[in-house]
């Protein structure tokens, strides 16, 4: 399989962590984002979305969407497990992951400020303050979700790394560039800094990717 991706992506930062954790080999290649390379015709005709990740199976067939992705990945390679056993707890780690997939990364995310900028003449400064806003109003309903839940453990859900914890760690690197106080949510960096003592985690980051830069 082949991962198409970008070293500051965060969807594509929750699927190299996810490919650690289970042991799965791929080969891994670069959309630079700043440069407009996931634009290029070649990459719309596999990509239409122009986004990344975009998983390239050994078929041939491109699955897109980070989530999509986990889910294919927990189903053909159930071992370890992304989710919980009970229904009940994999509806719980599923909303989880969702507050920084769906509700904080799309309206903060690399075009959305850049649109900012473009077409409402923001500085940078101004799109700084709009992505902390939302990093902000996302992690106080996810902290609210966790500090005091009896579900929660060393990590977001239990004992071991979930779906959930994919998604939270990349938002949290993105709160740390946008200069976010990671002390008003304690549960979180707690979080956080467990699932970074992980190799799975620390290897996904995105300083540690072939082509990452300053």
């Given at each position: 399989m082949k991962l198409i991706g970008y070293f500051r992506s965060s969807a594509a930062f929750r699927v190299r962590i996810a490919l650690n954790l289970k042991g799965i080999t791929v080969e891994h290649a670069s959309r630079h984002l700043r440069k407009g390379e996931h634009r290029a015709p070649d990459y719309v005709a596999i990509n239409p979305q122009k986004l990344v990740p975009a998983l390239v199976l050994d078929g041939g067939e491109v699955l897109t969407q980070s989530l999509a992705i986990l889910e294919y990945l927990e189903e053909t390679h159930p071992d370890p497990p992304l989710l919980p056993a009970d229904p009940v707890g994999r509806a719980r780690v599923r909303a989880l992951a969702l507050i920084p997939t769906a509700d904080i990364h799309p309206i903060q995310n690399l075009r959305v400020m850049a649109y900012l900028r473009e077409m409402y003449e923001q500085s940078e400064e101004g799109t700084f303050a709009w992505s902390r806003h939302w990093i902000e109003t996302g992690f106080e309903a996810y902290e609210a979700s966790v500090a005091h839940n009896r579900h929660t453990g060393a990590f977001s859900h239990g004992d071991l790394p979930t779906m959930a914890d994919l998604c939270l760690v990349p938002q949290v690197f993105n709160a740390q560039r946008f200069k976010v106080d990671m002390a008003k949510f304690?549960?979180?960096?707690?979080?956080?800094?467990?699932?970074?003592?992980?190799?799975a985690?620390?290897?996904a980051q995105p300083s540690k990717q072939p082509d990452a830069e300053p």
């Open positions: 304690p549960t979180i960096q707690r979080i956080y800094t467990t699932c970074m003592q992980h190799p985690f620390d290897s």
